[in-house]
């Protein structure tokens, strides 16, 4: 047996082609396929977001109502740069180059993502992404900054 042959790289190698499919039914809005590669309880974080209502979603069906939100988008192009397996053999970081257009502006959208996939049972429990939340307010035609979160 190979150091490839193992259990744990069969298992890595399953996870990443997860994430790598994720990432092709995201930018196809097929919000169906991505739910199918999570579990029922997945949870979605992304801190920064200037949408307080995605910012955190537990669970498959609250997730596909936040996912409304894509349909702003008239191009949803999520491009993998980096898929790297963490010491937690369930745990990987992904970056990720964004190419969208803002429907209601018109303008593009580009942004650099960095998000923390955990699996469980070999489907994606949770994820948390970050971005810079100033590239999207401008792409959404703000004209100000949001008041700062109470610490």
């Given at each position: 047996?190979?150091?490839?042959?193992?259990p744990?790289?069969?298992?890595?190698?399953r996870?990443?082609?997860?994430?790598?499919?994720?990432?092709?039914?995201?930018?196809?809005?097929?919000?169906?396929?991505?739910?199918?590669?999570?579990?029922?309880?997945?949870?979605?974080?992304?801190?920064?977001?200037?949408?307080?209502?995605?910012?955190?979603?537990?669970?498959?069906?609250?997730?596909?109502?936040a996912?409304?939100?894509?349909?702003g988008?008239?191009?949803?192009?999520?491009?993998?740069?980096?898929?790297?397996?963490?010491?937690?053999?369930?745990?990987?970081?992904?970056?990720v180059?964004g190419?969208?257009?803002?429907?209601?502006?018109?303008?593009?959208?580009?942004?650099?993502?960095?998000?923390?996939?955990?699996?469980?049972?070999?489907?994606?429990?949770?994820?948390?992404?970050?971005?810079?939340?100033?590239?999207?307010?401008?792409?959404?035609?703000?004209?100000?900054?949001?008041?700062?979160?109470?610490?």
């Amino acid at each position: 047996m190979t150091p490839t042959d193992t259990p744990l790289a069969e298992d890595r190698a399953r996870m990443r082609s997860i994430i790598e499919s994720f990432y092709e039914y995201t930018s196809a809005k097929d919000m169906d396929s991505v739910l199918e590669l999570c579990t029922d309880d997945v949870r979605m974080r992304i801190p920064f977001d200037p949408v307080v209502s995605v910012r955190e979603v537990t669970g498959k069906e609250n997730l596909r109502a936040a996912s409304q939100a894509m349909e702003g988008y008239d191009s949803y192009r999520q491009i993998v740069t980096s898929i790297e397996p963490l010491l937690d053999p369930n745990s990987w970081l992904v970056t990720v180059k964004g190419d969208l257009f803002v429907r209601s502006t018109g303008l593009p959208y580009r942004n650099d993502y960095l998000t923390l996939f955990r699996f469980r049972d070999g489907k994606i429990a949770e994820w948390t992404t970050y971005h810079d939340p100033i590239r999207q307010l401008i792409a959404f035609g703000a004209t100000e900054l949001p008041t700062p979160a109470d610490t």
